[in-house]
């Protein structure tokens, strides 16, 4: 199973069509998938209509009491990711979401985007995935790889338990 994390702040009104594009492109082909939606403090509805998709099933939420940041709203949704693999996607859609499955059949393949000893990125991996995995537009445009992919197995590389800046939704996957 794909863990699908999406970190969102102050994003309610796109949240139903995030999360139907996503689930659409990985059923068409075929990978089961976790979608995990974090709050990051939104000011908005954006909670409310998070509690209200993971009612459907196979949608989560994570909601922090306050804005701390993309990066710790990315960190959550990994350490609570219950997936083989995890990949993070803004919550707007700005990156194609067909992508995934690309990166997705990459890891399936045995490809994992970083070295062992440090557990990071290397630059050299780094350009490699951009290079293989971005249309040429999005090569243009300023992307690192952490908006792209998070390495495979992640969450078991960084396990975590949890912090009390967060709750989760009352329905599981």
Not at 23 to 31: F, K, M, P, T, Y
Not at 60 to 81: D, Q, T, V
Not at 112 to 137: A, F, Y
């Amino acid at each position: 199973m794909l863990s699908v994390v999406i970190p969102v702040y102050n994003e309610g009104a796109v949240l139903e069509k995030t999360a139907s594009v996503i689930r659409g492109v990985l059923s068409d082909a075929a990978i089961g998938c976790e979608l995990i939606f974090v709050d990051d403090g939104s000011k908005d509805a954006t909670w409310e209509k998070i509690t209200a998709l993971s009612a459907s099933g196979g949608i989560r939420g994570l909601h922090f009491s306050r804005n701390f940041g993309k990066e710790a709203a990315i960190l959550a949704g990994l350490a609570a990711a219950k997936g083989d693999c995890c990949v993070v996607i803004d919550g707007d859609l700005q990156h194609p979401p067909e992508k995934i499955v690309e990166m997705y059949r990459l890891w399936e393949q045995g490809f994992v985007p970083h070295d062992e000893s440090t557990m990071g990125v290397t630059p050299e991996t780094q350009e490699q995935m951009i290079k293989m995995m971005l249309t040429e537009e999005d090569q243009l445009e300023d992307v690192t790889i952490k908006q792209w992919f998070s390495p495979a197995f992640f969450q078991s590389q960084f396990g975590t338990t949890g912090a009390p800046c967060w709750h989760s939704s009352p329905t599981t996957a």
